[in-house]
């Protein structure tokens, strides 16, 4: 589904060219159910931004679903990130003044569905979370976990083929992680594939493989025993 070929990424600050990742080769199957590691600075979420079609690489090849997308334009990147990936982050990125079902919706209006099949799939993904009963509440009024629940349902409710999250239990308690990760597990059960950033060892042991990162370069990869058990 996902394949990363020689992938670097510099930047240039001031006169000194910075490379935050270095000859990254990655493959992400269909129904993989992936967490990559690394601590601060090591270009996991740098990786992340690539492979979620927020940043180009500065040389390599990117292949999603069988397209190399490297050298896509801003308009083509904007497209294949409303068609096929859903996104999850740390701070929810909730639209304070829109209800929860309200801020479900957004990527469909961008897709240009009607309002009426807008509501139904909405409605569907909150259900999907369980959180039915709070799809008219503004964000204010819910805690981090239902929060973070209303930014899941945002992200599956295109139907991607991949989710990407980017450190989405970091600020939530550990009760509230762990059902936040059983969602993702029922969603990668179904067929979805899911990447998970993370700086926690604990969090990664709920997927089934481990890609560690240090220096811009993947030195580990570890398939987890059985992977997300109850």
């Known amino acids: 589904m996902i394949q990363l070929e020689g ?7 001031g006169s000194e060219q910075i490379t935050v990742l270095k000859d990254i080769d990655l493959c992400i199957n269909q129904g993989d159910f992936m967490a990559i590691m690394g601590p601060s600075g090591s270009g996991k979420s740098t990786l992340m931004n ?9 040389s390599g090849k990117y292949y999603l679903a069988e397209e190399d997308v490297s050298q896509y334009n801003d308009t083509q990147f904007a497209k294949v990130r409303n068609q096929s990936i859903g996104f999850v982050f740390q701070q929810f990125q909730l639209l304070p003044r829109l209800t929860a079902l309200q801020n479900v919706e957004l990527p469909m209006i961008y897709a240009g569905i009607s309002r009426k099949e807008r509501e139904r799939r909405a409605q569907d993904a909150l259900q999907k979370v369980e959180l039915a009963d709070r799809m008219h509440h503004l964000p204010n009024a819910l805690s981090g976990g239902q929060k973070q629940r209303v930014a899941i349902a945002r992200a599956i409710v295109n139907q991607p083929k991949l989710i990407l999250a980017d450190e989405p ?3 939530l308690d550990t009760k509230t992680s762990i059902a936040i990760m059983d969602i993702f597990s029922k969603l990668n059960a179904e067929g979805t594939t899911v990447v998970i950033v993370t700086h926690e060892p604990e969090i990664a042991a709920l997927t089934k493989k481990i890609i560690t990162v240090r220096d811009g370069e993947i030195v580990d990869s570890t398939s987890v025993e059985g992977g997300h058990s109850q």
């Open 7 to 13: 992938v670097s990424k510099s930047y240039k600050v």
């Open 50 to 58: 690539i492979i979620g079609c927020l940043d180009k690489p500065s």
């Open 169 to 171: 239990t970091g600020a």
